[in-house]
């Protein structure tokens, strides 16, 4: 256990001596062990011990010390207004949260004041909006066992989506989990954990949570047969579980009322079923099959750059959700994200989309206007979930009262709308009419954030409460009426009446005046230059008063909560109204993208049988790179089930690795139901996409670069079949030049023979564009390079045929590596060539001699000499020299290398 968590060893040696309030937190430390418990003394939230010197040097706090009758302890803490700030900050260093607030006031006890743990904050169950991406999902996931089935569960907390899958594989679990991207997991008993990435918490919880029929008995309090919404045991376990986890993290946030919890109660409370633990917003559960969707890895996720770009250094923007997403709401963004991560697979479906897409598009009035009514949707989701767990406060009813006011103004503006999927969003556009009356009726048009201390609720909408406000009103204009009658009563022109929170009402005299004052004038309080005073009848009114106002005060929360639970009750109306208004977000988003930068409707093919595929692209652009560069060449793609294996060479910075992404990305954006970046595009669907570009190693893991390469490869050649799309890049790269040619021909050959994917496969194997003339359906591709006085120029075009070259000396000198260096280069090229080389050939030739002469290439260690230019080079200085791909080299690699194979020379 991490020793900033658990009981303080300090404390727990002396627990009988330890004062009242320092007891408590030991015992909330040894409830809550594996949680950094934050302590609520006054304005701050304390840690103590072990915890304090860990969160002091997290959070880049100030460690000071308490000092009390049994020692001195470490303390660090943070202001409690601010404590989201340092919460998120602990999360994301691996921690759990157990916040401990106080829940009896200090006034009200003549002993230690009474802390209970009220939440349980973990990085997949937050709910909170200052701790939470608002255009993005926070799932946490629970992965069972039933037999050798996996069951996979994933649940929002915030908005309460939940969806369910399982499979037998490991393997397709963990595409699953890296496709969701959880923060958080639980994992039952004997299910493994390798599914989960390594920036993937996962959290120990009780394993009887997984039991099947306390599972089942969990689900069944949400949902009407379990057993038929989900197709496995294994799924029931992980669901139920994951339900379980979820109200026992959320169930802190009633215990204020109900006082301090033991964490095994709180368990016991979630298998007992206790209804306040239930959270009444999961309303849905959906079970689906991966194989309904385009399938994306964690390596496609990655190398395709859909949400994160793959440089450290990389634009936020750099990526493909960043050039889809214009949406106007938290709502849009979230789905948007759905989609790109569950690309369709059932043309029909696609279709849909692309009608939806193609009207918004055309229609640029009705589309901005959506846009902008849009911008003032507030996130039901989230909003819905906080009103059905009793933490929405009024500011939040009125967000969604104004919410409600948009809908009719969206419904107005699809009122002609053609297609089925803009008419459907349109009959499921909600307005709640019942619910935004009431929230108007209930609810003041600026509340204040406190529901406790009045003033939220309308005039006019309960007599009780006009009644009480109406006598403290009066009482108050009493008072206020009053200091003038006794200025004129007394004839104490300075008198003067005031209010405080400790004297309450008093009427002040300065001493001066004091001989005026009348007998009726009762002292309460002397001040420096004056004496403050109570009548009778001023105290009397001031009960008057304050008994009116504190019963206003109670009256008003009352009629707010009775408010929140009846909105609540709409949990499911109100989802449904998010769902839609989310969806045509989205592809309002995608529409605008497709007008401002020319995107162009995709034609879908219907998957015939088992065919393989057709990618036709005309013109084609890469979505993301397009944006980031001041000129773009388009680029054509043709593959079809007779021509599905492309060879594709040319030098670095030529475009190979941007023109794979780009098709994989055109085809992609066309499952999402996005038109495309392209002048013209037939497409089939696909089943999935395998990437292997980018060197990559894995250092924690023990892996070199080229054993990753291997693992990836093991995949894509394992999974792949006639549906999938493979990208390759330079495979073969991290080992000698004869293995790496073996390894890249025999994965062509398997591809080509055995697999039937369609493939784009970059190389600077040049004998694998000869390799491609003897297999049926390969073919090879290039892009064009030229040589102007020794200098590259790139034209970034794709041209049928192989490369001439290489040309990595020239992307050296591009690059800025140092002329002697690349003087030196050359002469190397030469002699490994093992040519004499005449003043009128070119470096391309050069290459080119030692690319086609892998055959040749003599086996490490063998003792013979090479002469070239009249001296001679020693064989395995050769075949070093010969393994070296100069175009994959960065100029500090490339200086090294040469630096030490020309000291072995000397020596």
């Avoid at 206790?274 to 890895?297: H, K």
């Avoid at 991560?341 to 029909?348: G, H, V």
């Amino acid at each position: 256990m991490d020793p900033a968590l658990g009981p303080p060893e300090q404390m727990a040696e002396k627990r009988d001596e330890l004062t009242p309030m320092m007891a408590q937190y030991h015992d909330l430390c040894a409830r809550y062990d594996d949680a950094i418990v934050l302590f609520q003394v006054g304005d701050f939230y304390e840690t103590f011990c072990g915890a304090a010197e860990r969160t002091a040097r997290l959070l880049e706090i100030a460690l000071t010390s308490r000092e009390d009758s049994t020692g001195e302890y470490p303390m660090a803490g943070i202001p409690i207004d601010n404590a989201e700030s340092y919460i998120e900050e602990l999360l994301e260093a691996g921690y759990r949260v157990a916040v401990a607030d106080q829940v009896e006031e200090p006034g009200e006890t003549s002993g230690v004041v009474e802390r209970a743990v009220t939440r349980v904050i973990t990085p997949g169950t937050l709910t909170e909006d200052e701790l939470l991406s608002s255009d993005d999902n926070n799932f946490v996931a629970a992965i069972a066992r039933e037999g050798e089935r996996l069951g996979l569960g994933l649940l929002d907390v915030s908005t309460g989506d939940f969806y369910a899958t399982s499979a037998t594989a490991p393997e397709s679990i963990a595409d699953e989990v890296s496709r969701f991207d959880p923060s958080e997991a639980v994992v039952g008993p004997d299910a493994p954990a390798d599914p989960v990435p390594d920036d993937c918490m996962v959290t120990p919880f009780d394993a009887r949570a997984f039991d099947r029929e306390r599972a089942a008995d969990k689900l069944a309090a949400y949902f009407r047969n379990p057993d038929a919404l989900l197709a496995a045991d294994a799924e029931i376990r992980a669901c139920g579980a994951l339900l379980a986890y979820a109200e026992y993290v959320r169930g802190g946030e009633h215990e204020g009322e109900r006082g301090d919890v033991d964490d095994e109660e709180r368990v016991e409370a979630v298998f007992e079923g206790d209804a306040e633990q239930r959270l009444e917003y999961i309303t849905q559960l959906t079970r689906y099959d991966p194989r309904e969707y385009l399938l994306l890895d964690a390596v496609a996720l990655r190398s395709l750059e859909l949400f994160e770009p793959r440089t450290v250094h990389g634009r936020d923007d750099a990526t493909l959700v960043g050039v889809l997403d214009e949406t106007a709401s938290a709502l849009g963004g979230r789905k948007l994200r759905d989609w790109i991560r569950r690309p369709l697979l059932e043309p029909a479906r696609i279709e849909a989309r692309h009608d939806a897409v193609a009207e918004l598009k055309s229609a640029v009035r009705t589309r901005e206007r959506l846009h902008d009514r849009l911008r003032e949707v507030y996130d039901l989701e989230r909003l819905i979930g906080r009103i059905s767990r009793e933490r929405a406060n009024a500011r939040d009813l009125r967000s969604l009262r104004d919410t409600l006011a948009v809908v009719p103004q969206i419904r107005e503006q699809l009122a002609d709308a053609d297609c089925e999927r803009l008419r459907s969003l349109r009959e499921n556009l909600d307005p709640l009419a019942d619910v935004r009356e009431l929230i108007e009726d209930a609810v003041v048009a600026e509340p204040p954030i406190e529901i406790t201390e009045g003033g939220i609720i309308a005039e006019g909408y309960d007599d009780d409460l006009d009644d009480l406000r109406g006598t403290a009103r009066d009482g108050k204009q009493w008072i206020d009426d009053l200091e003038e009658r006794e200025r004129e009563r007394t004839g104490i022109d300075s008198l003067k009446v005031g209010h405080n929170s400790v004297h309450g009402y008093y009427i002040e005299v300065t001493n001066p005046n004091l001989d005026s004052v009348p007998e009726n004038y009762q002292r309460r309080q002397t001040l420096k230059n004056s004496e403050r005073f109570v009548t009778p009848k001023l105290k009397e009114r001031e009960d008057e008063i304050v008994g009116a106002q504190q019963r206003a005060d109670e009256r008003e929360y009352e009629l707010f909560c009775e408010v929140r639970s009846e909105i609540a009750a709409e949990v499911e109306r109100v989802q449904g109204l998010a769902e839609a208004i989310a969806a045509l977000d989205a592809l309002i988003s995608l529409a605008t993208v497709a007008a401002q930068y020319d995107y162009c409707r995709p034609e879908m093919l219907e998957r015939d049988g088992r065919d393989g595929l057709e990618i036709d692209v005309e013109g084609g652009r890469h979505p993301v790179v397009e944006r980031t560069q001041e000129s773009f060449v388009p680029n054509d793609a043709r593959l079809t089930n007779d021509r599905r294996l492309a060879v594709i060479t040319g030098p670095n910075m030529s475009g190979k690795s941007t023109y794979m992404r780009q098709v994989a990305q055109i085809v992609l954006l066309a499952q999402v139901g996005s038109f495309v970046p392209a002048r013209a595009a037939r497409l089939t669907p696909v089943d999935r996409i395998f990437t292997r570009v980018g060197a990559s190693d894995d250092i924690a893991g023990g892996r070199s670069t080229f054993m990753v390469e291997m693992d990836e490869l093991a995949t894509i050649l394992r999974e792949a079949d006639e549906r999938s799309l493979v990208l390759l890049d330079e495979v073969g790269r991290g080992t000698s030049t004869a293995d790496g040619m073996a390894i890249a021909q025999a994965i062509t050959e398997h591809l080509h023979d055995r697999v039937g994917a369609t493939t784009l496969f970059a190389t600077h194997h040049h004998p694998l564009t000869e390799l491609a003339d003897e297999l049926g359906a390969a073919f090879t591709l290039h892009f064009e390079v030229d040589e102007d006085d020794g200098e590259v120029v790139f034209h970034h075009e794709i041209a049928p045929g192989a490369a001439t070259g290489s040309y990595g000396v020239e992307v050296a000198t591009a690059a800025g590596v140092p002329e002697t260096v690349v003087e030196r280069s050359r002469e190397l090229v030469s002699e490994a060539a093992g040519d004499d080389v005449d003043d009128g050939e070119s470096i391309e030739e050069r290459e080119d001699a030692i690319d086609g002469d892998a055959s040749a290439e003599p086996t490490a260690g063998a003792a013979a000499a090479a002469t070239a230019d009249g001296g001679d080079i020693p064989t395995d200085i050769a075949t070093e020299l010969r393994a070296l791909d100069l175009a994959h080299l960065t100029p500090v690699e490339a200086l090294t290398e040469l630096d030490r194979l020309k000291r072995l020379l000397e020596e």
